[in-house]
Structure formats: structure tokens, C-alpha cells
């Protein structure tokens, strides 16, 4: 191979236009997995289908995590971002139909917790944030995600899996980024609602203390 066509400006720029063409291609799947299950429609092979959104959930989930991103440099941002917010599309769907009792509850139910693991994976328990959750997060496109998490009280005496689901991931947003869920006076309003019902729970200790917590 000639030495120009390894030279770094050229291999580098090589490298990026693959990653970009990857992340692309991931969001075509991403988004035929949310189509899909916004359809409602019955499947020929269901465990080929649940494997289809655990292994592209799985890959955006590193592929965010593993990229050089940052503020200065959007080559990676804006596509990564738009994987983001198809996973958290996909988790809205998923809870808003779980909550209705319409369509596929199994798959639904399991879409959920594949597709929370890219917003949980990249957070990964961590007070900061990467790139891409922060942006997207930042954005009015993520208040259809946001609200699903506000609008639950939580304080069923047995939580529901969507509703399990959604503390979870409110719970990580919480620590992670605390200004998407106060910067609108009515979230606010919610998310303190939310934290005393969970405080007043009796016969649950592990929510009564978590309440405690997301008020911390």
C-alpha cells in the first residue's frame, strides 16, 4: 500500500466516514425496530426480533460510550444524538403502551429495559454525562421522555415492570442530570409530588428511602 493513502489526514478522514456510515446504518435498524413496534403487529419469529433490539441497543450503547466526543467536535455528535433519541422514542412507546395494555406486552416490556440500557449505559451511574445524552437531553425532543418519567406516582403497593422501569431510569437521570427534569416549572412541580408519594410508602422501605434520596 502506498505511503499516501496511510498518511494520517487521509487514513483519519477514512476512519471517520466509516464510523459516520456505521452510525447510520445503526439508526436505519434503530428505527425500523421503532416502527415496528409502533405498529403493533405480530411477529413471525419474536425471539429473533427481541434479539434484533438487544444487540442494536447493545451496540449503540458502546458505540456512545467508546467514540471521542466532545463539545468542539459534532462529526460524531449529531448522528450519535439521533440514535439517543431513538432509543428514548423506543422507550416511550413502549411505557405509553405498556400503561394502555395495547399490543405485544412481552416485547414491549423487554423493548424498554434494552433501550433504557443505551441512556443508563452512557450515564453508567456517573454524576456527569457524556456528549450525546447531554444534548439530547438538552433538546425539546426529549420532553415526550421526560414527562413519561414525571407522569407515574409510583406508589402502587406492587410497581408495574413499566413503572419499575421508570423509576430506574428517572432515578439515573436524577443523579445525572438534574437540570433536565427542574429546568420547567411543571416537571418540578411533578418530581417533588413523585418524591413524596415515594416517601410516604409504608410497607416499602427500599422506595421510601429512595425518595429520600432523589429529594437529596
Not at 54 to 70: D, E, T
Not at 139 to 150: M, N, T
Request: hydrophobic content about 40%; overall charge neutral.
Amino acid at each position: 500500500r502506498s505511503s499516501t493513502r496511510m498518511s494520517g489526514g487521509n487514513f483519519a478522514c477514512r476512519v471517520r466516514n466509516t464510523i459516520t456510515t456505521l452510525l447510520t446504518n445503526l439508526l436505519n435498524l434503530t428505527t425500523a425496530v421503532k416502527e415496528n413496534l409502533a405498529e403493533g403487529g405480530s411477529y413471525s419469529d419474536e425471539s429473533h426480533f427481541e434479539s434484533t433490539m438487544m444487540q442494536s441497543a447493545s451496540v449503540v450503547g458502546k458505540l456512545c460510550v467508546s467514540l471521542p466526543f466532545n463539545d468542539n467536535n459534532d462529526v460524531f455528535v449529531a448522528p450519535a444524538v439521533k440514535l439517543v433519541q431513538c432509543a428514548g422514542d423506543i422507550f416511550v412507546l413502549s411505557a405509553r403502551a405498556l400503561d394502555s395494555g395495547i399490543g405485544n406486552l412481552t416485547l414491549l416490556s423487554r423493548s424498554m429495559v434494552h433501550f433504557s440500557h443505551v441512556i443508563t449505559t452512557i450515564h453508567d451511574g456517573d454524576a456527569s454525562i457524556l456528549v450525546p445524552v447531554k444534548h439530547w437531553l438538552s433538546d425539546a425532543s426529549s420532553y415526550d421522555f421526560i414527562g413519561i418519567l414525571l407522569n407515574d406516582s409510583y406508589s402502587a403497593p406492587t410497581l408495574s415492570p413499566s413503572s419499575k422501569c421508570k423509576l430506574e431510569m428517572l432515578t439515573s437521570i436524577v443523579k445525572s442530570a438534574p437540570w433536565s427534569i427542574t429546568r420547567e416549572p411543571f416537571n418540578l412541580a411533578s418530581f417533588r409530588e413523585i418524591c413524596a408519594n415515594l416517601c410516604n410508602i409504608q410497607n416499602d422501605t427500599s422506595r421510601r428511602l429512595l425518595g429520600v434520596k432523589l429529594i437529596e
